[in-house]
């Protein structure tokens, strides 16, 4: 079983810069299909950065050229570096296994066990 512990969170400024951290245990980052989500209270929890082993990768359209994930296989941890950010980009993150990824949507899998999470908190 993957388990992920989400790190990196933060205030910052409308126009700064943030890296979230994901550490995985119970699988490798460069044999697993990864991506981030996010979620607002009131609102569905939405893909905001996938990619596969083979780094084919799906970005949220408000956040491309913005946001870059990636990963470091010895640290056995996926990233998301997130520059120019805005006060819509607050909301809590959270990093899970990608059951479907395609250049349109990426989607976790069914009953998904998620992580606590790393609050982004933006202002304007």
Not at 18 to 40: H, K, P
Request: one cysteine or more.
């Amino acid at each position: 079983q993957v388990h992920v512990a989400e790190s990196g969170g933060g205030l910052v400024q409308a126009g700064g810069s943030l890296r979230l951290s994901c550490s995985v245990s119970g699988a490798r980052v460069d044999r697993t299909t990864l991506g981030w989500f996010r979620q607002v209270p009131g609102k569905e929890r939405e893909a905001v950065a996938c990619a596969n082993i083979q780094d084919f990768t799906y970005y949220l359209n408000s956040v491309k050229g913005r946001f870059t994930i990636s990963r470091d296989n010895a640290e056995n941890t996926l990233y998301l570096q997130m520059d120019r950010l805005e006060p819509d980009d607050t909301a809590m993150y959270y990093c899970a296994q990608v059951a479907t990824l395609t250049t349109f949507f990426c989607l976790p899998p069914d009953h998904n066990s998620w992580g606590q999470g790393t609050q982004v908190t933006v202002s304007s």
